[in-house]
């Protein structure tokens, strides 16, 4: 549920033009670090044809 609230959030963020996209990863990585979260799985948007979702470590790079 967070995941995916950080993940529309970012959206936003990127689709005003309040986020460069350039930003993307860092401004997830500052949200993560806030909720101190250990992990991040991006939400079903995003997955990928096989539908398994990237799992990383404590942040995405």
């Known amino acids: 549920m967070l995941n ?3 993940s529309k959030l970012i959206q936003y963020g990127i ?3 309040l986020l460069p996209e350039c930003e ?3 401004a997830t990585n500052l949200l993560l670090d806030l909720f101190c979260e ?3 799985v991006e939400p079903e948007q995003t997955k990928g044809a096989c539908g398994s ?3 990383t470590g404590r942040f995405i790079r």
Request: glycine share 14%; net charge neutral.
């Open 4 to 6: 995916e609230s950080i």
């Open 15 to 17: 689709e005003t033009g």
């Open 24 to 26: 993307k990863i860092y």
């Open 38 to 40: 250990e992990s991040y």
């Open 53 to 55: 979702g990237k799992r």
